[in-house]
């Protein structure tokens, strides 16, 4: 079983930063992936970012390129989403999630934190 712990939500102004930590423990896996998924009120759970830990590969939506940042800390299965210029739109529950199938597929990820809100004001 792997748990995952997010931190680091709250509230922004629009085109400020916060930055999501996430921490992992538990069962660890040789070849898994680490992802960001946000939720809005109304709105289905989508994918944000993810990287590959082995090859440190990353991957983001569209609308957060340029944006935000995933990156992996330097505490052993530690995840960091650095979120800049941030809009009303990214107003949402974000949570951490870990993989062992194909990253970016919300329905692949196995392992869910419990979500952090993110609000950003205009």
């Known amino acids: 079983q792997v748990q995952l712990v997010e931190s680091g939500g709250g509230l922004a102004q629009a085109g400020g930063s916060l930055r999501l930590s996430c921490a992992a423990s538990g069962r660890t896996f040789s070849n898994f992936a680490m992802g960001w998924f946000r939720q809005a009120p109304g709105k289905e759970r989508e994918f944000v970012a993810a990287?590959?830990?082995?090859?440190?590969?990353?991957y983001y939506t569209d609308s957060v390129k340029g944006r935000f940042t995933i990156s992996r800390g330097n505490v052993k299965n530690t995840v960091y989403l650095q979120m800049n210029g941030l809009k009303p739109e990214d107003t949402a529950v974000y949570y951490c999630?870990?993989?062992?199938?194909?990253?970016?597929?919300?329905?692949?990820?196995?392992?869910w934190g419990q979500g952090t809100q993110v609000t950003v004001s205009s």
């Open positions: 999630a870990a993989t062992v199938g194909r990253l970016t597929l919300l329905h692949d990820y196995d392992y």
């Open positions: 990287v590959n830990w082995s090859s440190g590969n990353t």
